[in-house]
């Protein structure tokens, strides 16, 4: 088990790279979200005036397109953050794999003549496949970025030192790990084009069972559909129900409406008490209320000299899950560092569905905060109940905060700003100094045992992340030459504290080995 949670922490750290420009990202999507809001620019008119629509627009698609390439983005950053050097070329070879595994992807589709056709409503939801940079491929969502990026990650590190002689010297070191990575994402498109709709099939067929089961069926809709967020196996939990009779059936003279969504909308419209087909719109609910007291716990659980930094990061991810409905940022902040934490997680989320089934409250909560709570004031609390959902909600805050707050701490998970502080060797906890570039650099690596002592150099948002081959030959006195607030020893890993220089650090220490 040890072992496991360490390969996990391994790739963890390797996915902060890419996930800490989603916090900026979150943020500016947010208020995109925000000026886009036809309810908002309801109530504030000048919003719809001039230029602001269009910055609106801007500020949300141009963050959405990141947001829904998080796999592009793994499959490059991850490589990079696992190689041990050249890591540019492993991050181009990642880009590249990853081009060859979603055409491999497509051509068997194509071959097997499996290739879905989009509906007018959906597009290709709900069919098991997708497009991704404008290919059709089967739907394996972030997973399938993360799978391969490590992938790339360990094939690179066996193959980039491969030295070939005479002709063959031009296929040695990154172009053999190309070559290799050739063969293996074209493997990796035929085996999960095999595999994987044989998964989205048994997901599928949980849906009657969901439907047969009544409370205990939205428990596990709701666990579901979080649980199987990094795979992209959720969508075919929800969308069944939201727009097929699985969802319910309306029957308006000859007119019959199908699906959660419609019914509910055409609820809306007509003045009615919402049918039971609004639970399976629940799924937002958690998105609204749960998000805030997970992030709470995470910035409450971090070490004291790393509770700003944590909230600063944390924050702008909560208010991106309450106003844009979006939680993979978040979610990819502890799924691999705590993966008992996102289970419990996902349990949460389904039990409250439930409690909304049992506490007889119909309110809308299948989108953003802002707009199901306007849409709840409008339909009135005796067709919603929507204080009792309030209620749930603040219960719901509360449960995650203290649930998480005490697990985190129980098991000493790594979750956001709780990185190791095994071995410090430094007491001065005031604020480094500015870091002084070669002079420093070269103090921090002869104080490392080095440049032949030194495996690779990373870093997090505060701290220099350093393994090396032999601990006994890493000097504390010299690196502390070079202003840092801590050294921070566990095995063969060193990280050094530098506070937020730290990637003008890194580049120094790189440049200088660079020059040896």
């Not at 500020?59 to 390439?69: D, V």
């Not at 502080?421 to 870091?435: G, M, Q, S, V």
């Not at 690596?445 to 992340?465: A, H, M, S, W, Y």
């Amino acid at each position: 088990m040890k072992k496991i949670m360490n390969t996990l922490e391994v790739f963890a750290k390797a996915m902060v790279q890419p996930l800490m420009y989603l916090s900026v990202a979150g943020m500016i999507l947010a208020v995109g979200s925000l000026l886009t809001n036809t309810t908002v620019t309801g109530l504030l008119p000048f919003l719809a005036w001039g230029p602001f629509p269009v910055i609106g627009k801007l500020m949300y698609e141009t963050m959405m397109i990141l947001i829904n390439n998080l796999g592009l983005l793994f499959v490059i950053g991850i490589p990079a953050a696992l190689a041990k050097r050249d890591k540019h070329q492993a991050g181009l070879i990642g880009f590249m794999s990853y081009l060859i595994y979603l055409k491999t992807s497509n051509i068997m589709l194509t071959e097997m003549g499996k290739l879905a056709e989009p509906s007018a409503m959906l597009g290709l939801f709900g069919t098991g496949q997708a497009t991704i940079l404008g290919i059709q491929v089967v739907d394996m969502s972030v997973f399938g970025g993360i799978l391969l990026g490590c992938l790339v990650g360990w094939v690179f590190n066996k193959t980039c030192e491969k030295k070939f002689g005479g002709a063959f010297q031009i296929y040695s070191g990154v172009r053999f790990s190309f070559a290799c990575m050739v063969a293996v994402s074209i493997l990796f498109g035929v085996v999960t084009n095999i595999v994987w709709p044989v998964v989205q099939g048994a997901i599928s067929a949980m849906a009657n069972f969901i439907k047969s089961t009544d409370v205990f069926g939205l428990f596990v809709y709701g666990f579901l559909e979080r649980f199987l967020i990094p795979t992209g196996l959720h969508h075919l939990v929800y969308t069944p129900f939201q727009f097929t009779d699985l969802g319910g059936v309306l029957n308006l003279g000859e007119t019959v409406v199908a699906g959660a969504y419609p019914i509910v909308m055409t609820e809306l419209q007509m003045g009615v008490p919402f049918s039971d087909s609004i639970y399976y719109m629940a799924i937002g609910f958690t998105k609204m209320f749960g998000y805030i007291g997970i992030g709470a716990a995470f910035i409450h659980t971090a070490h004291p000299h790393n509770k700003k930094r944590t909230a600063a990061t944390i924050i702008p991810l909560v208010v991106t899950c309450c106003l844009a409905s979006i939680t993979e940022p978040l979610d990819f902040m502890f799924i691999f560092v705590a993966p008992m934490l996102y289970v419990l997680h996902a349990c949460i989320a389904g039990l409250f569905i439930a409690l909304l089934k049992i506490c007889g409250v119909t309110a809308f909560c299948g989108g953003n905060m802002l707009a199901s709570i306007l849409m709840n004031l409008s339909a009135g609390v005796e067709r919603t109940q929507w204080p009792v959902m309030l209620a749930l909600g603040i219960a719901q805050i509360l449960l995650y905060f203290f649930l998480f707050s005490f697990l985190i701490k129980k098991f000493n998970y790594k979750t956001p700003g709780r990185e190791d502080d095994l071995t410090e060797t430094k007491k001065d906890k005031t604020p480094a100094k500015t870091f002084g570039g070669s002079e420093d650099a070269k103090y921090v690596v002869d104080g490392l045992g080095g440049k032949d002592n030194i495996n690779t150099v990373e870093n997090c948002f505060t701290r220099l992340r350093v393994n090396v081959k032999d601990v006994a030959l890493v000097n504390d006195e010299l690196i502390n030459k070079a202003p840092n607030s801590g050294i921070i020893k566990k095995g063969n890993d060193i990280q050094i504290v530098f506070g937020l220089q730290v990637a003008d650090v890194r580049k120094s220490v790189e440049d200088y080995l660079n020059t040896l």
